[in-house]
């Protein structure tokens, strides 16, 4: 996957749904940090609001954009700052869409990241806004980026293995879902060439 068009993303808010009226309201949450992996460049990016022309950049050349529960939370919250530009045009992997297909019911990346991976998220959502009125911005940082970084290990694992694993909503045993995403390779680097 090194080297191709691939980006994880994942952002936080500045305010609660209490705080906008309810979930209809998430273009009101206000974002305080995007964080991305880029395959592309191999390193991990936060984006503070004063740096979303250098996001807008990077999404202009349309990369798959892998997340957990990209298409009804991360993209309708930051769609408000970009005006000319459609988010849903990009083509994404929701991993929380995936596997609610396949499940029928919705699981948490921290319940996935349990059982798959053996790691836990940092915190929660609540924390980054803590972190965030608090002007506690290298925590906040931290927690964003710590998020990217399991999602991405996330991706690439069911890449890998055409599963994952989460715990059962009693969290006492694990339980695997079969995903369809494969890993990407370079084209170039597999097409093979004769001299005949």
């Keep these: 996957m090194s080297g191709q068009n691939i980006i994880v993303l994942d952002l936080e808010t500045k305010r609660t749904f209490e705080d906008v009226g309810g979930r209809e309201n998430l273009g009101e949450l206000g974002v305080s940090l995007v ?25 202009v050349s349309k990369p798959l954009v892998v997340g957990f529960n990209q298409k009804r939370f991360d993209l309708p919250v930051l769609q408000p700052y970009f005006k ?33 991976l053996g790691t836990r998220k940092s915190g929660h959502g609540l924390d980054a806004i803590r972190y ?9 940082k931290k927690y964003c980026l710590d998020d990217v970084r399991i999602t991405k290990e996330v991706y690439e694992y069911g890449a890998k293995h055409g599963e994952l694993i989460f715990m059962d909503k009693f969290s006492t045993s694990k339980l695997k879902a079969p995903v369809s995403w494969k890993l990407q390779t370079n084209e170039k680097e597999d097409k093979q060439y004769s001299l005949f």
Aim: hydrophobic share 40%; no cysteine; aromatic share 12%.
């Design 132 to 140: 965030w009125n608090r002007k506690e911005l290298d925590k906040l």
């Design 35 to 59: 964080g991305v992996y880029s395959y592309l460049h191999g390193d991990y990016q936060a984006f503070w609001e004063d740096d979303f022309p250098k996001l807008l950049s990077l999404l």
């Design 84 to 116: 000319n530009f459609d988010l849903k045009s990009l083509p994404i992997l929701d991993i929380l869409d995936e596997l609610t297909k396949t499940l029928g019911h919705r699981v948490s990346l921290d319940s996935v990241a349990q059982a798959t």
